[in-house]
């Protein structure tokens, strides 16, 4: 363990820890944040109801279209002075979420990061591959300040250039990888592309996350490669990867609860669920100190687990493995998508319908995305040179908006089918293995 003392507190101490912890930060948003002022005073309760973790459920959910309204600073609680570092992640429209962090922030992400490492025995002694994309999206930087935070070498790779991956685990005995697991099946196949004998390389163990991926893909990944594959999860409006993790138990998930507090609730009525009931995943972020967060909505689908302590001798609960979303939207190559997205940009292109359908495959191991734009009647009968100027474009701005390069079909008016209901926009081919 990274932190045995956090990570196997008796429950009873943990409780009081969390209990005092959420009264600090809802006194701070409450003092700090308009947005959470006006929503608790709406809801008619005041810092001092909460005195313990048990008076969560008085206060307000934060949903994520609410922290986009917030475009850009508004969630921040902190002079911009005392911020040391902006992520983003994509909304549903054109604005991200963003999120600050603060230098205590900072460490303690690189903190639970590091717990996240520790989870699959990874120590000072490992070199740890980077291969999650460095940037706004929170894969690269997170681990990387992980790994470092635990004393091991970080190889920042980021994703993407395939080969030269595969040449750096080899020459530097790398011996933990972090990515998505599409992305580790797909360098384990370019390894043996290349003739590499990759079950014979030093590997030991994997972090694999920010996309859906199942139990099949797991044993898929390690019949492959000579690691253990571990499920990391985590969200850029909580911290990024890092919130939880599953130890080589490969049994669930543990939740770093001394920093971020799960619930699960019935997605519809909002009522709070009891462990082992499945339902939508609320975090609160009992530390942070930039971005408050206060009973955020993810949208994904799980259960806490009420399996009693793990072998491992961490006390937190457990989450299990993500079984879906409530919302639409799309992980394409571990970038959030949203169909709304795409709608955005189309109605704003001359000649064609906001008439498409999104259609996402996977090719090897990649994920592809194919979108079928309707065109106008006017310009289908128009020339060759046009339809192509027009397809480039639309490649353009999705590709601007999306940060995901996308296949551009244009089909004939009237070609896409209109349902009677809610129209289908979205044809996902992947099977989940
Ligand atoms: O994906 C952070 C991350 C980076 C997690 C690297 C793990 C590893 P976002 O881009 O904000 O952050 O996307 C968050 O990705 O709400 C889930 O729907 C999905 N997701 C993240 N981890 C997993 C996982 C990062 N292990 C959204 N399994 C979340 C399934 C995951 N889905």
Redesign the pocket.
């Known amino acids: 363990m990274f932190n045995p003392q956090a990570e196997a507190m008796p429950r009873e101490e943990l409780r009081k820890l969390q209990g005092e912890r959420l009264r600090s930060l809802v006194a701070r948003a409450y003092e700090r944040v308009a947005f959470y002022r006006a929503k608790m005073d709406a809801q008619g309760v005041r810092p001092e109801d909460i005195r313990g973790i048990e008076d969560i459920v008085k206060l307000p959910f934060t949903e994520k279209s609410e922290f986009r309204d917030q475009y850009p600073f508004g969630m921040f609680a902190v002079p911009m002075s005392e911020i040391v570092r902006i992520h983003a ?1 994509s909304g549903t429209t054109g604005k991200p979420t963003v999120v600050g962090y603060t230098r205590a922030d900072i460490d303690n992400w690189a903190e639970c990061a590091a717990r996240s490492l520790g989870c699959g025995g990874a120590t000072a002694e490992d070199t740890v591959q980077v291969a ?1 994309g460095y940037g706004l ?3 690269g930087l ?2 990387h300040y992980g790994a470092e935070k635990l004393g091991a070498a970080a190889l920042p790779m980021s994703a993407g250039n395939t080969e030269k991956q595969v040449m750096l685990m080899k020459d530097f005995g790398v011996t933990v990888l972090c990515c998505t697991p599409s992305y580790a099946l797909q360098i384990a196949e370019v390894a043996e592309q290349m003739g590499e004998d990759v079950r014979s390389f030093p590997l030991k163990a994997g972090f694999f ?5 199942t139990q099949g893909m797991r044993e898929h990944i390690e019949e492959r490669l000579p690691l253990k594959a571990l ?7 909580v911290a ?2 890092g919130v939880a993790n599953e130890c080589l138990e490969q049994d669930g998930l543990h939740v770093f609860e001394d920093h971020f507090y799960p619930e699960i609730i019935d997605p519809e009525t909002g009522a709070s669920l009891p462990d082992g009931e499945k339902g939508e995943l609320v975090f609160t972020c009992l530390t942070k100190e930039g971005v408050p967060l206060i009973r955020y909505r ?3 689908i799980t259960l806490l687990m009420n399996s009693g302590p793990c072998a491992c001798g961490r006390t937190s609960r457990k989450m299990a ?2 079984m879906g ?1 409530t919302d639409d ?1 799309l ?1 394409i190559r ?1 970038i ?1 998508v949203f169909p709304s997205q795409v709608e955005n940009v189309l109605v704003r292109i001359e000649g064609v319908h906001p008439q498409y359908l999104i259609i996402v495959d996977r090719k090897g191991n990649l994920d592809t995305i194919e979108i079928q734009v309707e065109v106008t009647e006017d310009l289908f009968s128009d020339e060759v040179k046009k339809l192509e100027a027009l397809r480039d474009k639309i490649h353009y701005q999705i590709k601007a908006m999306l940060n995901v390069s996308a296949k551009i079909t244009l089909v004939e008016p009237k070609t896409i089918e209109r349902g009677l209901g809610k129209a289908k926009r979205v044809l996902d081919r992947r099977q989940r293995i």
Do not use: C, Q
């Open positions: 992640s999650y999206f929170t894969g997170g681990m996350g920010a996309e859906p991926w499920d990391i999860y985590g969200l850029s409006e990024g990867p993810t949208r994904d493995r993500l979303r939207m992980i571990g959030n």
